[in-house]
T-cell receptor
Framework: GAVVSQHPSRVICKSGTSVKIECRSL??????MFWYRQFPKQSLMLMAT?????????EQGVEKDKFLINHASLTLSTLTVTSAHPEDSSFYIC??????????????FGPGTRLTVL | KQEVTQIPAALSVPEGENLVLNCSFT??????LQWFRQDPGKGLTSLLL?????REQTSGRLNASLDKSSGRSTLYIAASQPGDSATYLC?????????????FGKGTLLTVNP
């Protein structure tokens, strides 16, 4: 089956620093990638949707200047948490989708990245 | 706004027991509903996907049903095993418009005791 990887799997950083998380589709071209955030015992909350080569679409309440998303190729999307604060500590998961987003398509999730901001 | 609720939040059963996990959603205009499994600190693994026109899907010991009109889905696990211990999430994908978005429930944490 299709594989989506995330790097790093865990990161600990100091408050005020920036952290980049990579999401790669290893054996297929992902036309669309989604970034989710999951707090303990909570739902996955969609942060933003990105299509290759275009600007990401952010969900209401998500700061686009704080969570920078780049989808430079059909196999790579990056999420950069800028000037991270302890409240940004969370589990970040990407989802890669191939095919037409307006029809049934396969969805594959990355293994997640645990971010801890001290 | 679609809201997805999963009951119970946690469930502990002895090995071999059959069990049912529940998922309800407030907006019946869905494209499909999907059940996922999430192991601690890991990503999601898709278990079953039910299209809005379907009533149920089966895979091995798993059976998922969908009653779109009442906004409910159940995931039935037969003869549970310790390896089934995980968090089970349901997610609905809405129909029309930006229907690629998934709305997730908070999940049910299942523990199967040997």
């Amino acid at each position: 089956g299709a594989v989506v990887s995330q790097h790093p799997s865990r990161v600990i950083c100091k408050s005020g620093t920036s952290v980049k998380i990579e999401c790669r589709s290893l054996d297929f071209q992902a036309t669309t990638m989604f970034w989710y955030r999951q707090f303990p015992k909570q739902s996955l909350m969609l942060m933003a949707t990105s299509n290759e080569g275009s600007k990401a679409t952010y969900e209401q309440g998500v700061e686009k200047d704080k969570f920078l998303i780049n989808h430079a190729s059909l196999t790579l999307s990056t999420l950069t948490v800028t000037s991270a604060h302890p409240e940004d500590s969370s589990f970040y998961i990407c989802r890669a989708s191939r095919g037409d987003i307006n029809s049934y398509n396969e969805q594959f999730f990355g293994p997640g990245t645990r971010l801890t901001v001290l | 706004k679609q809201e997805v609720t999963q009951i119970p939040a946690a469930l502990s059963v002895p090995e071999g027991e059959n069990l049912v996990l529940n998922c309800s959603f407030t907006d019946s205009a869905i494209y499909n509903l999907q059940w996922f499994r999430q192991d601690p600190g890991k990503g999601l693994t898709s278990l079953l996907l039910i299209q809005s026109s379907q009533r149920e899907q089966t895979s091995g010991r798993l059976n998922a049903s969908l009653d779109k009109s009442s906004g409910r889905s159940t995931l039935y696990i037969a003869a549970s095993q310790p390896g089934d211990s995980a968090t089970y999430l349901c997610a609905v994908r809405r129909s029309g418009g930006s229907n690629y978005k998934l709305t997730f429930g908070k999940g049910t944490l299942l523990t199967v005791n040997p």
